[in-house]
């Protein structure tokens, strides 16, 4: 049996979440998007090929959820080591996969995603729980670095 199987590798992120999370970090930049589901003013869509560019100041990523998903989460990563990026990924929760334990098990703070995410233009709950991972600084790091679970609602 295969769990968290999708046909679909594009999850629109919630505005209510992505809200909650921009009243903490105030976004600069999304780094996956189209002109249909940005969520910042500044994003790069599949044409500016974000994996290219420098990512800079406050990110956020809803990268795609498919095999190309460690690609995404690595540039993540080391955008924020270079010391020029936090960036706020929202992810599925796949523990069990290697780029799980390369890059998140490294983030700074990991918030688990309490009870699972209705992403925008599906009409059920998503059928694989998400999580909030957080590569470099920010304010209130210290209160927030611990992780847990971060509720929205």
Excluded at 35 to 44: E, L
Aim: charged residues 25%; hydrophobic residues 35%; aromatic residues 18%.
């Amino acid at each position: 049996m295969v769990h968290f199987m999708s046909k679909r590798s594009d999850w629109a992120t919630p505005q209510d979440f992505f809200d909650k999370l921009n009243e903490k970090f105030n976004f600069d930049l999304d780094v996956c998007a189209d002109a249909t589901n940005a969520k910042c003013k500044r994003y790069y869509s599949i044409e500016d090929d974000a994996l290219s560019k420098t990512w800079k100041g406050y990110c956020f990523m809803n990268p795609p959820y498919g095999r190309e998903i460690t690609k995404w989460v690595k540039k993540a990563y080391h955008s924020a080591e270079t010391g020029e990026a936090t960036v706020v990924c929202l992810l599925p929760s796949r523990t069990d996969t290697k780029w799980w334990h390369e890059y998140i098990m490294r983030a700074d703070t990991v918030w688990f995603v309490k009870g699972r995410l209705k992403f925008d233009g599906h009409k059920n709950s998503a059928p694989f729980p998400s999580v909030v991972a957080v590569f470099g600084d920010y304010s209130d790091y210290k209160e927030w670095r611990l992780g847990g679970f971060f509720t929205y609602t």
